[in-house]
């Protein structure tokens, strides 16, 4: 249903190059932009189970998880306040992905990135050291601020750095390191919870500044992407860095390709209005909305925010809630490296619809197990940071990435409440929402399995769906199409 040949069509171009060190060098950089996300993703699960942690920020809460007497144990942590604390970083970064978007285009990738170190550096040290709830969710909000310039900027500049043939590989590293960052602030969590006299959680937010300095000192040292210099007219230079860094002197073919990108991308006058309101980028928009709302509809946040919470709610000790959510961090980042290995070999579509399917049956045992044990009381192969064409490519991203965190906040905000009141519903509402998903992709996502990201648009040219938005004479690129082909032929 989803799968794609090509029409007609040239085969997809190989553009000489090799995985230099320097190209190595950049991961590290995306390596970092990876771990802060994942590190606060994993890291308030934990926070917030921890008792000096919420006896000094959110005492109502606190009075409840000691009462032994509570009987509705959906109930417990079952505190907007609380919710915000989580939720408030993604809310801060959906605003921060859209500012992000003109911030890369105009200045490059590397100013948002050295932004994104600096500004979730201030946030690390305000958490650490906070001593009133203002200053906690201040601290949070410029966490968010750094993730949406990161989140924006790094998969960008991964994906333009890469050699063709390695970018589905390097942007799922960005994801892999995500996971890795979950993983850490959960063994983070377990550890400092340990710690006498009631810092341990002081310990486990500050720490969230070790990878902000790793992408502060990598932005420093690191140059732009060729893309992006040459989006900014600096040609000469951006010729000499694809040589350097593709470690050939042969770059012409990807170069010339990326000269067109730019004057196609000049034919553009607002990226955002082109966007929206042209017909061909309608599949891309499509998938970049709709990925990420699935993505946060699975669930699987729930799992990493309140893990902890949601554990000691079904009467596990505080040790044992901590040591679940070590448990799904290596789950996820082992279904992640599933997902690195295969993604390239049994193609995208597939490991979406496998995950789908392993998803809706685990929600369903998780509804009925929580609602046998209480009566009335996941892992991810997720591909979200989709690339797009240079014209629209920094908008777009910040589309996803605000989408992804539009999402985030609202399961964020949203949990504690809803488990209060839907009780194990709430796990059939989240299975119900892995069942559309995996229909959808079965449907409307096409293979993007060895595809450049060039050749993406002959992609949904070909598809069953999508090729009725693709055919508009008027439409930017193919005006551009024309004009090059008449310019071929003078
Ligand atoms: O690995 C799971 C994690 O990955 C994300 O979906 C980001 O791509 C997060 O929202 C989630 O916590």
Redesign the pocket.
Known sequence: MGGVSFEGGSPPPSYPGKLTPYVLLTVLAGAAGGLI??YD??ISGGVTSMAPFLEKFFPDVYERQQSITSTNQYCKFNSPTLQLFTSSLYLAALFASLAAGEVTKKFGRRISMMMAGFIFLFGAALNAGAVHLSMLILGRILLGIGIGFANQSVPLYLSEMSPYNYRGRFNICF?LM??IG?LCANLINFGTAKISGGWGWRLSLGLAGVPAVIILIASFFLSDTPNSMVQRGREIEAKALLKRIRGVDDVDAEFNDMLAAKNEADLVESPWRNLFGTKCYRPQLAMSILI?FF??FTG??VI?FYAPVLFQSLGFGSDASLISSVITGVV??FA?GVSIYGSDRWGRRSLFLEGGVQMFIFQSLIAGLIGWRFGVSGN?T?I??LIFPLEVRSAAQSVTVAV?MAF?FIVGQCFLTMLCSMKYGLFIFFAFFVAVMTLFCYFFMPETKNIPIEEMTQVWRSHWFWKRFMNEPNDPVNKAIAMSKLRDRV
Do not use: A, K, S, Y
């Open positions: 996300f994942g993703l994993g994801q995500i996971t979950i990420p993505q946060q699987i946040n990493m996820n980042m992640t991810v997720d979200p940071f992804n985030t």
